[in-house]
């Protein structure tokens, strides 16, 4: 070929040729060009010196990659100056992450690595090979035996079951003399792949072994200096009779010996990944100590000279970390792969101990942050069934107590007086839901909650804080009673996750016997409120609704529900709870059947506003991390002549300890301050606003906030925002709870549900999507009683541990030998079947975790960072999520 | 020759004596200040240091090196603001160079809860000294004009509140000034010296005993990070910390283009710029307590991941190295300075992700508790009592990301 014809790459905007599957570095020294203007080269990706930036990314080694056509190499700046941080931001393309699994992984395919490769597969083993000479460079060995490697074409996390071996091999010892930043100086190894691609090397000097198939002149001995203005010209050596050589040339290829690539064995110390690891052929030899270095550049990376390191050691920095930090000596590019050999050298050489190399972490071979991220995802945020209704309806939808909800829906004032006025549904499916049944249910909810848990009669609900083992308020909810042995918890949106690991850390810390079913993410809950409340769900075919903290099963508007009624926003309030399959449905029901009485729905903002007129606190916002109920001025809730419950103890103590702060209900004319607004009472600090508003229904500011008390007293008129603001009494609104507690008899009658034309729109808004919503059962139960139940073979029934499961099939409870087992339908999942083959290849970029190879099986765990339970059939494989992650899931997957 | 080799500090080592007025164990950022104040503000220069490894390797040589005060109560708005005031004059008052640069300091929010957070807390800031601004998408463009304020469609920046006197110092320096500034005066500072347990009379705390033999102390003050609960237990302390990993990264180094520090509290990561050009970025502490130093696959691609969201530009900078250091956290994410009800033996302690910032006034205010034997105000808040007393200070603001 002649040159013309070569593929060319473009180097500072010069096109240069290379012949294909040749490095950029080699054809850039070909044309006689040096990435960054000198350093002894090693072609090995040990030194820094072929760095330089391609196609927009730069500290790349150009010996390890390959040359590309039209290939855009920009050299770095020869006087050291950095390459400037790349501010353009096109979307790239997401780079791939892929798992593998195997039962040995070899790192390197050098001949030990080869040797290594053969024996395993002799044995049987599974092996997969990762060669950096194939572009498949290690960054980094991490817990899990989690083996990750760049490639060109994405990044491999190789999962080994059994083995790591690392043949890494070992990198040639650079040389450290005056002149060692010129050009012309090669390592002998990188000398050989000079001349086997051709290059024109010159009059050739090596120092220390001949290189093998290069004619050169041989010299050993120490390297005094190289000599040279733009590039080398002759190498100066101290021979062993101790008269100095100089001897002119045009390349000198050093041989000092080599020291192991132990990076990855070094980085893996101390570990259970250690313990499995084997270290083979040069890199696992001894790190060879070469004669302590006389002047010249040690760290090429940072620019530390011998004198450098003198300079440092004079001013007592002994400790080969403390020299690092203070020259930054092997904290550059190469992670000190080129100076350690010569900066142990140096300390033992001035302290009289060999010191142990500074700590090795990856990453060991460079890539970038948006190769490193393959595979990543953000963390979910989950959806209720109803957030395509909440679109539609032009909701501004906000991340609140980690979910997605409406904001608002354009107007809060408009859905602010729907409530107050007329009616209004909430969507609050976010509340934490969780059932508890067992012999042992009232005992665990005794010890759990500050109330006297067995007064609640059946049918009934309460009010209950749950805290902490100090004292402190965690979080806040109902307990609902169906009897005594079984019972409905709530939580608040953004306590429910961990909720579920106190109740289930505690049931088990004390032994009980109970059964726990956590159905936050399964049930959807609709708040109907508003003095029409009532009346609108009579229309909806519950004419008898419950009293005031009383709790029901009720079919409305077709769908089978558990209505409480209680109230947070300070009017006549239901929630209906119900398998949120019917969320969609009911929702749009009660929307018409409302329309005439001026429904609305209302969004969070309304309801902050509502609930703040009531006096209700939001744990989280209004409590803090050291809110007693004697702080909230919630010690009604709390009955300390129960024998125990957690967080007894902290109250008895610091309950004797004179009050510092309480919070309060404050009042102010004019503008609302900012929710965080400083207190002051006669100029000194006197606490800070948590809730702020103006209250429409009252045509003042009402405001919570933590108040500290003065000589025992709580200041009555306080300072906030340069204005007065008075303590006043909560709640601010509907002070007798005549409206949230009112008798009602509705007098509405229930509408005929199958002249509404709601079918359409409630199919249409569950269209999203691949992911279909589940009908199953759902069974909590003593495991032996689940063990001993026979399931129909044509349905699936996933046991998703080892007291619960799921199921196809139709359950008759009675065969359950548990009387306390909880048996519910569920449609908290949602599925998607594919085909095996089709789907597989897809979750390996995904899972990080090995599925099962018989069939049929199960499997669960995270996939794209989402909880994800798999029923794996012969020829299909049935992909489960919770509903509210489903879409999620489906964007990460499809 | 690079322009950060270290040119001016000279580090004296000494013997040990047997007995010295002041026995401070930990060689880090508090250890050292402590000494250093000690030595400079009350002439106190009979002190040694005892290091279990090198001075300023543990979490003082692995933090990510931000200064800041804008804390979510008064008493560590006050503490902090102290700090950030005590470091802005550290370079001259020590003649050494520790690269102390005031970049400004912007956190993020990306929903309402956030947006009322940063509100909160430029009120607090602005009310007890330290300055913080609330400000919106326009404003945070300015300042930060490589933030893609849609955060990759799906973390779009709403507002967030902005710290001028933010600033980053080269953690190293920091501790060499300090180091070196009291061993001119006489202290001593002994490296690769490990305590093994605490020498008491009755119910007194008089000395050491070390690897290396016993050391005799007027006062004992355990300014050590990570194994902290198992000093203080020899002196029969029971501290309420437990110990989390924290990571961080580093790339390559790029010219100086990216000028505040930028933190997200939505994405939970923070991102700065260091003098020699490496983007330097951290998260969170990692959930479970642990010791381990060692550094995590799924902290870099998840952290990364996140950084790029925000930030676009850094999708093709290389990354150069991870690491990981400790946290002593405390129930309430505030330190705990002070006296301990063991005569003889003080605490500074719980310094969880926010050591470093509080490294000269935790010295200052520790020095000042052992030379007079009062608690100093600005700390007195701060003491390990405050959880029997049920006054914990309870602050948001420390909990976020650094």
């Known amino acids: 070929m002649t040159e013309n014809s070569l593929p060319k790459l473009i180097v500072d905007n010069h096109p240069i040729p290379f012949i294909p599957g040749e490095s950029a570095l080699i054809a850039m020294l070909r044309a006689d060009c040096h990435p960054t203007g000198g350093g002894c080269l090693c072609l090995a990706g040990d030194c820094p010196h072929c760095l330089a930036t391609v196609d927009g990314v730069s500290y790349v080694r150009t010996c390890q990659t390959s040359a590309r056509p039209g290939m855009v190499v920009q050299r770095h700046h020869a006087d050291g100056a950095y390459p400037p941080l790349p501010l353009d931001d096109r979307p790239a393309p997401a780079v791939a992450a892929t798992n593998l699994f195997c039962d040995v992984v070899i790192i390197g395919m050098g001949e030990s690595g080869q040797t290594a490769a053969a024996q395993a597969v002799a044995m049987g083993q599974e092996v997969i090979t990762l060669d950096a000479g194939a572009g498949q460079e290690v960054i980094g060995i991490y ?143 001894e790190a060879a100590i070469p004669p302590c270095p006389l002047a010249g550049i040690v760290c090429h990376c940072s620019g530390v000279t011998v004198n450098d390191l003198d300079f440092i050691w004079q001013r007592g920095f002994h400790e080969m970390e403390l020299v690092k930090r203070a020259t930054l000596a092997g904290t550059g590019s190469c992670q000190g792969s080129a100076c350690l050999p010569h900066l142990r050298a140096f300390l033992a050489d001035r302290g009289g101990e060999l010191q142990p190399p500074f700590t090795a972490r990856p990453v060991t071979r460079q890539l970038t942050i948006g190769e490193v991220s393959a595979g990543a995802h953000h963390h ?203 969320s969609p449905m009911l929702w749009n029901v009660l929307l018409a059947l409302g329309a005439d009485m001026g429904i609305k729905p209302h969004g969070i903002e309304a309801l902050l506003k509502l609930r703040l007129e009531k006096g209700h606190i939001l744990v989280g916002q209004d409590s803090d991390f050291d809110s007693t109920p004697r702080r909230l001025q919630h010690e009604w809730a709390v009955k300390l002549d129960k024998p125990n419950f957690v967080g007894r103890q902290a109250l008895l103590r610091t309950n004797k ?149 799921l199921t196809t099939a139709e359950v008759d409870a009675a065969a359950i030998a548990d009387p306390h087992a909880i048996v519910v339908t569920d449609t908290g999942f949602s599925g998607l079947w594919r085909k095996s083959d089709s789907v597989l290849p897809i979750l390996a970029q995904h899972c990080e975790w090995e599925l099962p190879r018989q069939r049929p099986a199960f499997a669960q765990g995270m996939i794209a960072g989402l909880p994800v339970k798999l029923w794996l059939a012969e020829e299909e494989i049935l992909v489960l999520v919770p509903t509210p992650l489903a879409a999620e899931l489906e964007e990460r997957l499809f | 020759m690079n322009e950060f080799i270290e040119q001016k500090v000279q580090l004296q080592w000494h013997e040990p004596k047997a007995n010295y007025d002041v026995v401070i164990v930990g060689g880090g950022g508090h250890g050292l200040a402590t000494a250093y104040f000690l030595a400079t503000r009350h002439g ?117 509140s902005y710290h001028p006197e933010g600033a980053t110092a080269r953690h190293d320096r920091v501790n060499w000034a300090l180091a070196e500034g009291a061993m001119r005066r006489g202290v001593h500072i002994h490296q690769r010296t490990t305590v093994i347990g605490l020498r008491k009379e009755g119910d007194r705390v008089v000395g050491v005993m070390t690897d290396k033999g016993p050391i005799g102390a007027g006062v004992v003050l355990s300014a050590v990070g990570g194994h902290v609960t198992n000093l203080a237990n020899m002196a029969g302390v029971r501290l309420p910390i437990r110990t989390h990993p ?53 902290f870099l691609q998840s952290c990364a991941f996140r950084a790029m969201t925000l930030l676009p530009f850094l999708r093709n900078l290389r990354i150069l190295r991870q690491w990981t250091g400790v946290c002593d956290m405390s129930p309430d994410y505030s330190p705990i300075m002070g006296q301990t009800g063991v005569d003889g033996f003080y605490i500074t302690t719980g310094w969880g992700t926010w050591g470093f910032k509080a490294i000269p006034a935790g010295g200052e205010q520790m020095a000042q508790l052992i030379a007079t034997g009062e608690t100093p105000a600005l700390i007195a808040p701060f003491g390990l009592d405050r959880f029997a007393r049920d006054r914990t200070l309870a602050d948001r603001g420390s909990a976020g990301t650094h």
């Open chain 2, 44 to 160: 106190i220069t009979n002190v040694a240091v005892l290091e279990r490894k090198y001075i300023g390797g543990g979490n003082s040589g692995r933090n990510t090196t931000v200064i800041r005060a804008n804390y979510g109560i008064p008493e560590a708005v006050r503490f902090y603001q102290r700090s950030v005031e005590l470091y802005q004059t550290l370079e001259a008052e020590t003649e050494r160079w520790i690269m102390h640069k005031q970049k400004g300091l912007l956190w993020l929010a990306h929903n309402e809860a956030g947006i009322r957070a940063e509100r909160a807390r430029a009120e607090v800031n602005t009310a007890f000294g330290a300055k913080t601004e609330y400000v919106g998408p326009k404003e945070i463009q300015e300042i930060a004009p490589q933030i893609d304020m849609m955060g990759g469609g799906v973390w779009p920046v709403l507002g967030g």
């Open chain 1, 657 to 805: 300890i004179p009050l510092d702060k309480q919070l309060v209900g404050l009042e102010m004319d004019g503008p609302a301050p900012i929710e965080g607004a400083v207190i002051w009472h006669n100029d000194v600090y006197a606490g800070y606003v948590t809730s702020s508003s103006l209250a429409p229904a009252l045509g003042k500011v009402v405001m919570l906030g933590w108040l500290r008390l003065f000589d025992g007293v709580l200041p009555e008129v306080v300072t906030i925002d340069g204005r007065a603001a008075r303590r006043a009494a909560t709640p601010f609104y509907d002070v007798n709870a005549s409206r949230a507690r009112a008798k009602v008899t509705p007098t509405a009658q229930p509408v005929d549900l199958s002249t509404f034309p709601f079918a359409e729109q409630a199919a249409e808004s569950n269209s999203h999507a691949l992911f279909q919503q589940m009908t199953m059962q759902r069974i909590v139960a003593l495991p032996a009683a689940l063990d001993a139940v026979t399931w129909p073979e044509e349905n699936i029934t996933l046991r998703i541990a080892p007291d619960e499961l």
């Open chain 1, 143 to 285: 817990p899990g035996a989690l083996v990750v490697a760049r490639t060109d074409a994405g990044m491999l996390h190789v999962h080994a079951r059994q083995e790591i071996v690392v043949a890494t091999g070992a990198a040639e010892i650079p040389p450290v003399a005056p002149g060692n930043h010129l050009p012309g100086i090669v390592t002998g190894r990188a000398a050989a792949q000079l001349v086997a691609a051709g290059i024109e090397l010159g009059r050739v000097v090596a120092v220390g072994t001949p290189v093998n198939g290069i004619d050169a002149e041989l010299v050993t001995g120490e390297i005094v200096a190289f000599e040279g203005a733009a590039k080398v010209e002759a190498v100066v050596v101290r021979q062993a009779d101790g008269g100095e050589r100089r001897m002119v040339c045009d390349t000198v290829a050093v041989n000092l010996g080599l020291t192991p690539r132990d990076g990855l064995v070094r980085m893996t110390n101390g570990t259970p990944e250690r313990a499995i690891m084997r270290v083979v052929g040069d890199a696992a030899s």
């Open chain 2, 246 to 298: 924290l990571q961080a990264f580093v790339t390559n180094h790029y010219a100086r283009q990216f000028d505040p520090i930028v933190a997200s509290m939505g994405l939970l990561f923070y991102a700065s710029q260091t003098a020699r050009g490496e983007m330097l970025i951290g998260a969170e502490i990692d959930r479970q307590p642990s010791y381990s130093y060692r550094s995590g696959h799924h």
């Open chain 1, 380 to 582: 979910a945020t989950p959806r209720t069934a109803l957030d395509a209704e909440h679109r539609k309806l032009g909701a501004r939808m906000e991340r609140v107590g980690g979910w997605w909800r409406p904001w608002n829906y354009g107007n809060v004032l408009e859905e602010y007086w729907a409530v107050r006025a007329g009616v209004s549904i909430g969507d609050v499916s976010t509340l934490g839901k969780m059932q508890i049944s067992g012999p042992d249910a009232l005992e665990l909810l005794e010890r759990l909650y500050p109330t006297q848990v067995a007064t609640i009669k059946p049918g009934r609900t309460r009010y209950v804080l749950l805290l902490d083992e100090r004292g402190y308020v965690m979080d806040d909810g109902l307990i609902c009673k169906e009897s005594v042995t079984r019972y409905t918890l709530t939580f608040t949106s953004g306590g429910a996750t961990f909720a579920e690991l106190w109740v289930r850390d505690w049931a088990e810390s004390w032994g009980l016997d109970v059964r726990i079913l956590n159905q936050t993410l399964s049930l959807g809950a609709i708040n109907v409120t508003g003095p029409l409340a009532a009346e609108l769900l009579a229309r909806a075919g519950l004419t008898n609704p419950p009293p005031y903290m009383g709790q029901m099963e009720a079919i409305v508007a077709g769908v089978p529900c558990r209505v409480y009624r209680l109230s947070f926003t300070g009017e006549l309030s239901y929630e209906l709870h119900h398998d949120s399959i019917h």
